[in-house]
C-alpha cells in the first residue's frame, strides 16, 4: 500500500508528471520501432498499399495503447486517475476509428487498381479472403462501438447498453490479432518483428486480464466483502457500511472510489462507482450514494449480510498528490462524499471547505463534516441556493474573496460536471498552477 501522509513532498517529481512521463515514453518507443518495421518491411505492391499499411501498423499500436489506457492498472490510476485515462481512452478510440477506416479505403483503393477493377468489386472479392474479412469483421465492430460512443448517440442509450457493445471490442481485438498473424510482411518480416509484435500484444493482454479480470477475484476472495448495515442519511441518500477479512491490507485511501456490485440483490451487470465516504480505516468500507437511478435507489433495502463485489480502489483524489501545506476543499452535492473523507486525513489548521448545495436540508453528512472542519480548526462555507440565482459562488472574483489565499492552496473539486467544469474555468481564469487542482468527475463512460 502507498503511504497516505499528507505530508508535502518537496524536491521530487509529481506523480501525475511521473505517470505522463511513463505514458509519453511508452508512445514514442513504440512508434520509434513502429516507423523501423514500416521503412524496412513496409512497402506493398504499390504506393496506395504502401500507405495503407503504414494506417495499419499505427492502427495496431492505437489498438494496444487502448488496453492500457482502460487496464485500470494501479499505478498509472492512482497518479492520472480513472476519469482521465477514460477519457483519454475516448479520443483515442476516435482516432483508431479513423485510422482504421483510413487503412480500409486505401486497402481496397490499392487493391483496385492493381486488378483494375471498382472498389466495390474489389471489396467483394477481398471478403472472399480469410485475412481480408478477419479485418473487415474487426474494422465494422470498430465503426459500431465508434457510432454509440458519439456523444449524440451515447446520451440516448442506458450505461449496460452502451457497455455491452463496448465489449465488443475484445473480439474485435481478436480478430486484428489473428489478421496481423496473416500480414506477414510486417509482422514476421524479421526475427525482432516477430518478436517485438508477440512481446507488444501480450503485454497489453496481460495488462488488461491482470486488471480487470485477475486482480478484482482474487481481492473478492481474499478480502470476501460484505453488507453489515445500511444507515438512511435522508430520504433520498443511503449509506452503507461493508466489512471484510483483512480490511487492513486493502489499498485503498481516502478520496479513492470503488465499482460496487451487490449480485444477491441487483443483477450482476448493475454496477455502480461510488467514493468511499469514510477515510479506510482497516476494518469497514462506506459508500453514501444518492438514489439517481434503480441500482442506487434500491440500496436502502439491502438486506445486512449481503455479499458484495467490489472493484478498486480507484482515483487520483488522495493526498498522493498534495503539494501545499493548505489546502481547499470544493464539493456539490453527494460530491461532498470523497471530500468528507480526505478531511480524515487533513493536518490541522490550514484547511477550508467550500460546499455547495440548493438547500441546507439538501447537504449530505453536513453534520459530519461540520465536525471535522471544526476539529481541525478550518473554515466550512455552505453556499445554498439554485444556479443563476444571484452571484454564482464559483465565479473567480467570489473564489478570492472566500479564500483570499487560494494561489497558496491544493484544490480539491468533485460534483455535479456543470459545477466541476465551472471551478475549474475559474481557477484557470486565478492562474492557479494546474499541479495544485485535483478535480474528481462523476461517472465511468
Known sequence: ????????????????????????????????????????????????????????????????????LVARLPWLDRRI?????????????????????????????????LSNTSMTKTFFSLAGVPASLLGMGAAAIVVAIGAVSARQVR????????????????IALGLAFVHQLQETTTFTSSAFAK????????????????????MPLRRNAYHRFEVVNVVAESDDVVSVYVT?????????????????RFPGHNHWWLANPFSLSAAPDGRTLRLTAKAA???????????????AFVEGPYGAFTSLHR???????????????????????EPAGDVVVLYRVRSEADAVLLDEVRNLVTGLGGQLHLLTGRTGEGSPPFEPENLRALVPDIMERDVYVCGPPAMTSAVLTSLRGLQVPPLQVHAERFGLA
Open 81 to 113: 486517475g480513472m476519469d482521465r485515462l477514460t477519457v483519454w481512452h475516448r479520443w483515442v478510440g476516435f482516432t483508431l476509428l479513423w485510422t482504421i477506416l483510413t487503412h480500409a479505403v486505401l486497402v481496397v483503393l490499392g487493391y483496385a487498381q
Open 244 to 260: 471484510g477479512r483483512h480490511l487492513d491490507k486493502l489499498p485503498a485511501m481516502a478520496g479513492q472510489f470503488c465499482i460496487w
Open 195 to 214: 518478436t517485438y509484435w508477440w512481446a507488444l500484444w501480450l503485454f497489453a493482454f496481460g495488462a488488461l486480464i491482470t486488471g480487470r479480470i485477475v
Open 1 to 68: 500500500m502507498e503511504a497516505t501522509t499528507t505530508q508535502v513532498r518537496q524536491g521530487t517529481i509529481p506523480p501525475v508528471v511521473a505517470a505522463r512521463w511513463a505514458l509519453w515514453t511508452f508512445v514514442i518507443v513504440n512508434l520509434v520501432i513502429v516507423e523501423a518495421l514500416f521503412l524496412t518491411a513496409g512497402t506493398g505492391k504499390n504506393g496506395v498499399l504502401t500507405v495503407a499499411k503504414f494506417f495499419g501498423l499505427h492502427a495496431s499500436v492505437l489498438m494496444l495503447f487502448q488496453l492500457l
Open 155 to 170: 446520451q440516448r442509450l442506458r450505461y449496460e447498453t452502451w457497455h455491452g457493445v463496448h465489449l465488443l471490442l475484445y
Open 293 to 307: 437511478g434503480s441500482a442506487s435507489a434500491g440500496l436502502r433495502h439491502l438486506p445486512v449480510g449481503t455479499r
Open 323 to 345: 503539494t501545499r501545506p493548505g489546502t481547499l476543499l470544493i464539493a456539490g452535492g453527494v460530491g461532498i462524499t470523497p471530500v468528507r473523507a480526505l478531511l480524515e486525513e
